[in-house]
C-alpha cells in the first residue's frame, strides 16, 4: 500500500527558478524522508525530518512538515538543470514498520 | 569504497524462466530490502530481511522468493509464478531493522519476453 502521494506528478520549470513538491500521507508518522531518483538509477537519500520537527534545512533544499495536516513539502531553491530527476517522499511509522514510498514527482529543470 | 552493488545492470530472460538478481552490500547493515518500480510508479515491496536467515514478506511477495545465507547477500528469484515480472528492481539496506535512511543500489532492469 503506498501511503504517501506527491503532488504535482510531473513539472517544469526554468533553470533558476524553485521547485516546489509535496507529500501528503494517511497515518501517523515517527518521520518523512525524501529521496532523489535519477533516471535509470537508484534513489538516494536527500533529507529526513522527524515528526516533531516543523522544518529543515540543507544546502539548497528546505523541508516541511505539517503533522496536522498530514503533509510535507520540499523547496528546491535556484534549481539547476543537474536537479533534474524524480523526487519521493518516504513515510516512516516508527517502531520497526515498514518504510512506505509515495507515487513521486518528475521535475524536469530547463537549461 | 562502500556501497551496494546490483548485477546484472540489465537483464533479459524468457517466460517460463527462472531468474535470480543479485544485491551484495559492503556496508556492514543488517537490514535488507527488495522494491519493485514499474513505470511512474513509486517502490513497491517484494521482500526484506532484518538479520541473517530470517526474511519476511512485503506488499507483493507472490511470485518471487530470496535468501538471507550471508550479511552482505541478499539474492532475489523472481520465478515463473510472478505474472508480470518485467520491472526494474532495486535493492536496499539499513544498518539496522529500525533505522530510516535507506541506501539504494543502482538497480536491474528485467525484461521477460
Known amino acids: 500500500s503506498q501511503q504517501g502521494e506527491e503532488d504535482p506528478q510531473a513539472l517544469s520549470i526554468q533553470e533558476g527558478e524553485n521547485a516546489t513538491m509535496n507529500c501528503s500521507y494517511k497515518?501517523?508518522?515517527?518521520?518523512l524522508q525524501w529521496y532523489r531518483q535519477n533516471s535509470g538509477r537508484g534513489l538516494v537519500h536527500l533529507i529526513l525530518?522527524?515528526?516533531?520537527?516543523r522544518e529543515k534545512h540543507s544546502g539548497r533544499l528546505r523541508v516541511t512538515l505539517d503533522t496536522s495536516k498530514k503533509s510535507s513539502s520540499l523547496l528546491i531553491t535556484a534549481s539547476r538543470a543537474a536537479d533534474t530527476a524524480s523526487y519521493f517522499c518516504?513515510?516512516?511509522?516508527?517502531?520497526?514498520?515498514?518504510?512506505?514510498f509515495g507515487t513521486g514527482t518528475k521535475l524536469q529543470v530547463i537549461p | 569504497d562502500g556501497g551496494i552493488t546490483q548485477s546484472p545492470k540489465y537483464l533479459f530472460r524468457k517466460e517460463g524462466q527462472n531468474v535470480t538478481l543479485s544485491c551484495e552490500q559492503n556496508?556492514?547493515?543488517?537490514?535488507m530490502y527488495w522494491y519493485r518500480q514499474d513505470p511512474g510508479q513509486g517502490l513497491r515491496l517484494i521482500y526484506y530481511s532484518q538479520i541473517v536467515n530470517d526474511f519476511q514478506k512485503g506488499d507483493i511477495a507472490e511470485g518471487y522468493s530470496v535468501s538471507r545465507e550471508k550479511k552482505e547477500s541478499f539474492p532475489l528469484t523472481v520465478t515463473s509464478a510472478q505474472k508480470n515480472p518485467t520491472a526494474f528492481y532495486l535493492c536496499?539496506?539499513?544498518?539496522?531493522?529500525?533505522?530510516?535512511?535507506?541506501?539504494f543500489g543502482p538497480g536491474t532492469r528485467l525484461t521477460v519476453t
Open positions: 525530518i522527524r515528526s516533531n520537527e
Open positions: 536496499a539496506s539499513t544498518p539496522g531493522a529500525g533505522a530510516s535512511e535507506q541506501y
Open positions: 518516504a513515510t516512516d511509522p516508527g517502531g520497526y514498520q515498514k518504510v512506505t
Open positions: 556496508l556492514n547493515h543488517d537490514a
Open positions: 497515518t501517523s508518522i515517527n518521520n
